[in-house]
């Protein structure tokens, strides 16, 4: 990986324009919220690296930071302090004397589509458009790092980013795939309410995921 890349990408972003067109509307709708694209959190170059889906409508969509105002966010956050990749469980939490400002520890979370798209869906040329701000985020990973692919477009979306076949490394919860380059992808089930009320994913299940990033990390 090259750590001496450049991140190209801006809130100013509108290279989809069914995305584009969907947030002006949302933030006529909601002048509050942030309804832009949404950058990444975390310092670059760290050796973890979490890809998600999309912003969501009341979540990231919201706060400007991914995965931050809905309940995804809760489970993702509350298992990444528990391995000591985030300073609180919660992700809303504000900097007092008692409460110190959530950070990232050694982590950085994106998404493969950076603008929150209508019905919580992109189209396929939507996050193909969006590849490139994927691709240069790995690109600044250090060698022997952790990617964590959160759902199947995500997990497709790194091996397009790595131009990878998706039938070389097929999507799992809990599949470890060793790639080209010195990275290690990890997959989970999305951390959604929807994935956790069903039961397809567990609070145990996940942090299981993150628990194994961990001692891969060392």
């Known amino acids: 990986m090259k750590q001496s890349a450049m991140l190209t990408f801006s809130q100013d ?3 989809c324009s069914r995305l584009s067109g969907f947030l002006d509307q949302v933030r006529v709708e909601h002048p509050d919220y942030h309804a832009l694209p949404v950058s990444s959190f975390g310092k670059t170059g760290s050796r973890f690296l979490i890809v ?4 969501g409508m009341h979540g990231a969509n919201r706060t400007g930071r991914p995965f931050t105002g809905d309940f995804a966010g809760n489970l993702l956050y ?3 302090h528990k391995y000591g990749f985030a300073s609180s469980a ?3 939490n504000e900097e007092n004397d008692a409460n110190p400002v959530l950070r990232l520890q050694s982590c950085r979370i994106t998404n493969a589509v950076r603008c929150l798209p209508p019905q919580n869906k992109p189209e396929p040329i939507e996050v193909k458009t969006c590849n490139s701000y994927v691709a240069e985020e790995l690109a600044m990973l250090p060698k022997d790092s952790a990617v964590l692919a959160l759902g199947t477009i995500a997990h497709r979306a790194v091996l397009m980013a790595l131009k990878l076949r998706n039938s070389e490394f097929p999507f799992g919860h ?3 795939h060793v790639l080209p380059g010195g990275l290690t992808l990890f997959d989970s089930y999305h951390c959604s309410r929807y994935n956790t009320q069903t039961r397809r994913l567990t ?3 996940f942090e299981a995921v993150i628990g ?3 001692k891969h990390l060392g």
């Open 203 to 205: 609070s145990a299940m």
């Open 212 to 214: 194994e990033i961990a």
């Open 13 to 15: 972003c509108r290279r």
């Open 174 to 176: 809990g599949a470890r």
């Open 90 to 92: 919660d992700p809303l």
């Open 52 to 55: 998600g889906l999309a912003p």
């Open 78 to 80: 509350g298992s990444l």
